[in-house]
């Protein structure tokens, strides 16, 4: 038939045949939602939503660091201004979108700004992790248990018999200055056995962000393309597709870092923090855990663009060998996390974006410091 056509002829029935079937598939997604709105989705009902406190669209941190978390279903951290480190995490809960296969979360902070339930009284037997970081450390994207220092306390109890307590006090945009006031603030109530510090990404980003600033005027650029993707964005056919492909999505260039060049380079975005201030944090945080009577542990975190065929930027390179070098002047545990991938089966479908770790990525990371912890541990 087609071939008795004229061109023309030939080139109108594409046309029409495809809009039929973007047309039919269209009408299955919505029929697909309409009967199974999880699609795409396993244990829905596991954290199922709850009513979220919204901060407002002129937030500059809501705007620069959470802005995929309201562009993805409309779900929002609620923040309350700190004197001493800009912002922290308000008391309550608020619901966070999650690897796509795991839905959505419930989000527990407590009275002290943390991620999970209330501290209680010490117990006498009682361990106590506090883990320090940014939204990395925190479980950006995954549920409360899932996350790296809940896991390795669930390992902890078993193999002590005794209990062990996951402090979450990690923050999202958190960096060591703001990790060390942390530590400071509340490390007597906490009362560490192990104090785990990643601090390593928010320094490297290029500005501290604060609550209390206002929005920066919007690109043009960027509105012009949200005003074109989002009649895409409410396609049923978008939303399924999204949902079954982006764990499998993720970019393996840690972009904000690798377009900085060298370091050190008289670059117009220098990192937040220098590799001198890097330093002396990370040995203040260790000096303050040691007052406190606690083991310190400092964590390479891992990242997709360990994976890739690019050299690592020399920024990141520069910024793990501070790490890994006041862990050796200070006497403090250390865990490699690119090297704890690489031995153990970890890729690239174990992070959720250029930064954060997928539930499978926190899992490694969890059993590994496990293993470093056990024999310090056991001793006390």
């Not at 509105?223 to 009649?231: D, E, I, Q």
């Amino acid at each position: 038939m087609l071939a008795t056509m004229s061109r023309k002829k030939q080139v109108a029935f594409a046309v029409v045949a495809a809009c039929a079937a973007m047309i039919l598939l269209e009408v299955a997604a919505r029929v697909v939602l309409k009967i199974w709105p999880n699609a795409g989705y396993s244990d829905p009902a596991d954290d199922p939503p709850l009513p979220v406190a919204n901060l407002g669209n002129d937030n500059y941190v809501m705007e620069r660091r959470f802005r995929a978390l309201r562009e993805a279903e409309g779900l929002t951290i609620d923040l309350a201004p700190d004197e001493s480190r800009g912002w922290s995490l308000a008391p309550g809960a608020f619901v966070m979108r999650t690897a796509i296969s795991s839905g959505v979360a419930l989000a527990r902070i407590n009275s002290l700004g943390f991620r999970g339930p209330e501290l209680a009284a010490r117990q006498a037997n009682e361990i106590r992790i506090m883990g320090l970081g940014d939204s990395t450390l925190f479980g950006f994207g995954v549920r409360e248990s899932a996350g790296a220092i809940p896991v390795a306390a669930r390992i902890l109890a078993n193999s002590l018999t005794r209990p062990v307590n996951p402090v979450v006090a990690a923050t999202p945009g958190y960096d060591s200055g703001q990790c060390l006031e942390t530590l400071r603030q509340h490390g007597r109530v906490v009362q560490p056995d192990v104090v785990v510090i990643a601090a390593l990404w928010s320094d490297l980003s290029p500005r501290r962000f604060d609550p209390t600033n206002g929005q920066p005027a919007p690109q043009a650029t960027s509105a012009l393309v949200g005003t074109l993707l989002k009649p895409v964005k409410e396609l049923a056919t978008y939303r399924l597709m999204l949902r079954y492909l982006e764990p499998i999505l993720g970019s393996q260039k840690v972009g904000f870092i690798g377009e900085w060049g060298e370091v050190g380079a008289n670059v117009s975005h220098p990192p937040r923090t220098s590799a001198d201030n890097f330093r002396r944090n990370l040995k203040a945080m260790d000096a303050a855990a040691q007052e406190l009577g606690a083991r310190t542990l400092f964590m390479v975190l891992p990242a997709p663009i360990d994976f890739a065929t690019d050299p690592l930027p020399d920024r990141v390179a520069v910024f793990r060998s501070i790490i890994a070098e006041v862990a050796d002047e200070t006497g403090a545990l250390l865990l490699d996390g690119p090297e704890i991938f690489r031995t153990h089966g970890g890729r690239i479908s174990y992070f959720l974006d250029q930064v954060h770790p997928a539930a499978e990525g926190h899992q490694l990371l969890g059993q590994a410091l496990a293993e470093l912890l056990t024999g310090p541990l056991s001793r006390l």
